[in-house]
């Protein structure tokens, strides 16, 4: 069977920082691109950002460039979300995702989702 569990979610302030992590199991990484989307309440799941199955190419949404990092340990399984400088709007479910291709989905076309990390930022 295959699972993908979320941890590093929590309450933070406005300018804060939090960092997510994804330990996924059940298959080999090597050949998954990974990513992270998020939901909002009433609003549709949208893709925050991507890392290739190489690790060499990375994509974001615009609204989190220059403040997300997303990256990979395929030794450990494991996907990485670093966020800083956090905004209000940045509050959400986040999920990671793996799709089994070389490269990232054009539009949170994943294979498989996890059951989500609450981010609320708020003051």
């Known amino acids: 069977q295959l699972a993908l569990v979320e941890s590093g979610g929590g309450l933070v302030q406005p300018g804060g920082s939090l960092r997510l992590s994804c330990v996924l199991s059940g298959f080999r990484l090597d050949f998954y691109s990974l990513g992270w989307g998020r939901q909002a309440p009433g609003k549709e799941r949208e893709g925050v950002a991507c890392i290739s199955a190489s690790g060499i190419r990375t994509t974001y949404a615009d609204s989190v460039k220059g403040r997300f990092t997303i990256s990979r340990d395929n030794a450990k399984n494991a996907v990485h979300l670093e966020m800083n400088n956090l905004e209000v709007g940045d509050t959400a479910v986040y999920f990671c995702?793996?799709?089994?291709?070389?490269?990232?989905?054009?539009?949170?076309?994943?294979?498989?989702w996890g059951q989500g990390t609450q981010v609320t930022v708020s003051s």
């Open positions: 995702a793996a799709v089994h291709n070389w490269r990232c989905p054009e539009a949170d076309e994943y294979d498989y």
